[in-house]
């Protein structure tokens, strides 16, 4: 946990010039090229980014969510992949073993994730269970200090880079709901495991999704995460109400450079003898743009202060997920506005990142998702 000011400060500006410095000058070729240069991971590692949230006791900066928060607001600046193959890593696809892992799990695993040598996944989704979490049919039979899993993920980020995954499949005799439903600890080497073909998306080239598939792929009993089984569904909330705070930050972050961008090309553009920046229609979205980034990184802040205080964060994660993120499609959207015929063109950028946001309104929990989640939390609360 960086305590002092002045450190935290280091580091938040030490990211922030390695996002000005190497990794917007890359963007393009990324996005050209649907990956992200070799030497560009190898500084992502030896900046300790992916060990920003880890304890230092396993090597890591252990930020509180603020503080990370804070860093998200600042890698968040540059094209989504960059922070996908991060924040993939040191969020969903780890946090597992971090919330509820044992020690020994937590020994083995986190100082690998801290220096990036390891990269990380989370292997929720299935092809029958995406918003209906609970339904996934992935199984774990136990057969003695191994278990057997069968069945297939779907859409799974860094699965081709991952070392590890955080797999969620049913075990035991309870053929349905949360309760039957465990998590582990896997590794991408272990026999059984194949991928499928690279998901062709609609954005974020440089990120990479797929299909994992489990073929009798035998896994130590030592990995089941916390030693227990069952409690894998919870865990799997508890990563993703950390998740949602995460992804809310990257939000406000890319909804900024875009803001910034579509301000700078309006009082740059002329058109009818003067910059269209003092145009009062361009001024309404501009200024509706700043006023709804200000609104959500507030909520972003105050949702991760009260995670750090130990409060239970499920609405107000979902609150800020579900806000920033619909903010983020409209500041896209004004932004293409902004720059016109010039923001349809891919020569600026702008449509690049049009497409990238799209998916945060879906990933990580559909807005629909995060609206019912927000809903029931109030109804359940109401009637307590
Ligand atoms: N923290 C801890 N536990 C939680 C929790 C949270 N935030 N949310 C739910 N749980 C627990 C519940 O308390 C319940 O436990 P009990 O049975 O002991 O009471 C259990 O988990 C099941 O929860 P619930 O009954 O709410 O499950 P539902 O199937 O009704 O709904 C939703 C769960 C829809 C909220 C869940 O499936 C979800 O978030 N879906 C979206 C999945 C997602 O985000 N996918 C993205 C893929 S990862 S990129």
Redesign the pocket.
Known sequence: MIQDSETLSILLSTIARFVRERLIPNEEVVAETDEIPADIVHEMKATGLFGLTIPQAYGGFELTMEEEVLAMLELGRASPAFRSLIGTTLG?GSQGILLDGTEEQKRKYLPRLATGELIAA?A??EPDA?????SLRTRAVCDGDHYVVNGTKR?I?NAAQAGIFTLLARTGSEPK???GISAFIVEAATPGITLGKRDRKMGQRGAHTCDVIFNNCRIPVANLIGGVEGQG??TA??V??K?RIHIAAICVAVAGRMLDEALRYALERQQFGKPIAEFQLIQAMLADSKAEIYAARSMVIDAARRRDEGL?V?TEASCAKLFASEMCGRVADRAVQIFGGSGYVSDHGIERFYRDVRLFRI????SQ?QQ??IA?NMIRAERA
């Not at 990933?363 to 559909?366: D, M, R, S």
């Open positions: 969903i989370f929720l989704t995406g918003s209906d979490a609970v859409f980020t709901g949360a309760a569904f919870k909330m508890k993703l109400d998740g239970d499920s990933y990580e929990g559909t998702i019912l989640v029931r």
